[in-house]
């Protein structure tokens, strides 16, 4: 994971505040697809938009393999 860029105002620190530990943890696509995130059902989703995400990005590299 090189970087990432993310606007809105709902949960865009929590993606940004995602990434940049798995960029410091030199974590890649396929780490990242298995992390665990909390949610609360109230006021959030149950499937992370970055989690989903990096599900798209590994399939699509996985192609290339």
């Given at each position: 994971?090189?970087?990432?860029?993310a606007l809105?105002?709902?949960?865009?620190?929590?993606?940004?505040?995602?990434?940049?530990?798995?960029?410091?943890?030199?974590?890649?696509?396929?780490?990242?697809?298995?992390?665990?995130l909390s949610?609360?059902?109230?006021?959030?989703?149950?499937?992370?938009?970055?989690?989903?995400?990096?599900?798209?990005?590994?399939?699509?590299?996985?192609?290339?393999?």
């Amino acid at each position: 994971i090189l970087g990432a860029q993310a606007l809105g105002s709902a949960n865009a620190d929590k993606a940004i505040n995602i990434i940049s530990s798995a960029i410091l943890g030199d974590m890649t696509i396929e780490k990242l697809v298995d992390i665990d995130l909390s949610y609360a059902p109230p006021v959030s989703a149950t499937i992370d938009a970055l989690i989903t995400a990096s599900w798209n990005i590994k399939d699509k590299l996985s192609f290339y393999k």
